[in-house]
């Protein structure tokens, strides 16, 4: 992505549809960002090989595969070794959470996703 593009793209990965609709009010309201939403982990890669987002914000519990594995075809991708990416998960056992950032993610947020710390981590790209 240009450092010339209005607007900076978040792919958020998730098949649970009112999660989706919570997170694109969120988005609404953040001029600057577009929020693009794959509902699998193929859906994702798909929409990773057209273009490389600032943001990917990844469900761990996906109807096609985990987020363990969607994180670990992401980073077989040399052009996508340094996207940063947060897990989203409702479990808050810290194994999982260990598990998550020895696979590659960069945070693990619990769900209900907090909006102060989504605009912050925003802010901070």
Request: no cysteine; proline share 4%.
């Given at each position: 992505m240009s450092s010339s593009t209005a607007?900076?793209?978040?792919?958020?990965?998730?098949?649970?549809?009112?999660?989706?609709?919570?997170?694109?009010?969120?988005?609404?309201?953040?001029?600057?960002?577009?929020?693009?939403?794959?509902?699998?982990?193929?859906?994702?890669?798909?929409?990773?090989?057209?273009e490389t987002p600032?943001?990917?914000?990844?469900?761990?519990?996906?109807?096609?595969?985990?987020?363990?594995?969607?994180?670990?075809?992401?980073?077989?991708?040399p052009e996508l070794a340094g996207l940063r990416c947060i897990a989203l998960s409702a479990d808050v056992m810290d194994d999982q959470r260990q598990r998550a950032r020895a696979a590659g993610f960069h945070d693990y947020w619990l769900k209900p996703i907090d909006v102060r710390q989504l605009r912050a981590a925003l802010e901070r790209l």
């Open positions: 607007v900076r793209p978040v792919l958020y990965v998730e098949d649970d549809r009112i999660n989706i609709v919570l997170m694109e009010e969120v988005f609404r309201l953040m001029p600057g960002w577009r929020l693009d939403v794959a509902e699998t982990g193929a859906q994702a890669m798909e929409m990773l090989s057209r600032s943001l990917v914000l990844m469900d761990m519990n996906l109807p096609d595969m985990n987020g363990l594995e969607l994180i670990a075809l992401v980073r077989a991708r």
